[in-house]
Structures are given as structure tokens and as C-alpha cells.
Nanobody, 123 residues
Framework: VQLQASGGGLVQAGGSLRLSCAAS????????AGWFRQAPGKEREFVAA????????YYADSVRGRFTISRDNAKDTVYLQMNSLKPEDTAVYYC?????????????????WGQGTLVTVSS
């Protein structure tokens, strides 16, 4: 599966952005899709994950209640709606997929990665 993330940009604190991750190649169904982020000088961290059916979702504590992950399997696209953005949300955001149904939160559990899209939140 090849992944292409987009939608990043510069936004003021309190604002919103929606990231998209388009998949191509083998079927996207049966996969867990996840979003991770990496701030300068920090390790890549888990943000959110969703099972292909959309039924199961999981969020990092730092974004729960502000971010929403969703997917459109007809378009092979996963979204991350980010509201009430904070300066500490500034990072490069990556989408990734893993086979199976378990919503893992570790980087090493995901097989395929997109190239990342930069989100900058100004104070």
C-alpha cells in the first residue's frame, strides 16, 4: 500500500485543519490506519487509529476530544480532523497502515508509511 498525506499548513491556535491520507495499491480493506506525529527533536508518537470498518477508533490522551479520525473506504482515504489546535500540536504528521484489526499505538507495529505533512500552529 502506498500512502500520500496532505492537508498540513499554518494555522493559529484554536483553529482547525483536516489532514487526508490517500491509499493506492493493494486493497485498503482489512487494515488499521493510524496517524502519528513527530515534533522537532522528539520521537514519533501515536495520535489516532481506526479499523477499516470505522467501528473502532482510538486516540492519544493529548488529542482525545479535539481530533477525530475517520475513513472513506470508497475513496481509500483516511482523515484526521483537528480542532482546537495548540502550539504543541506542531509537528510533521504521518499516516500509516497495518494489517489486522488491533489498534496498535507503536511505530514498529505499522508496515507502510506516507511521506508526512507539516502542521504548524502559531500562538
Amino acid at each position: 500500500v502506498q500512502l500520500q498525506a496532505s492537508g498540513g499548513g499554518l494555522v493559529q491556535a484554536g483553529g482547525s485543519l483536516r489532514l487526508s491520507c490517500a491509499a493506492s495499491g493493494p486493497t485498503f480493506s482489512g487494515y488499521v490506519a493510524g496517524w502519528f506525529r513527530q515534533a522537532p527533536g522528539k520521537e514519533r508518537e501515536f495520535v489516532a487509529a481506526i479499523y477499516w470498518s470505522g467501528r473502532d477508533r482510538y486516540y492519544a490522551d493529548s488529542v482525545r476530544g479535539r481530533f477525530t479520525i475517520s475513513r472513506d473506504n470508497a475513496k481509500d482515504t483516511v482523515y484526521l480532523q483537528m480542532n482546537s489546535l495548540k502550539p504543541e500540536d506542531t509537528a510533521v504528521y504521518y499516516c500509516a497502515v497495518r494489517e489486522g484489526s488491533i489498534l496498535r499505538t507503536k511505530v514498529q507495529d505499522y508496515k507502510s508509511w506516507g511521506q508526512g505533512t507539516l502542521v504548524t500552529v502559531s500562538s
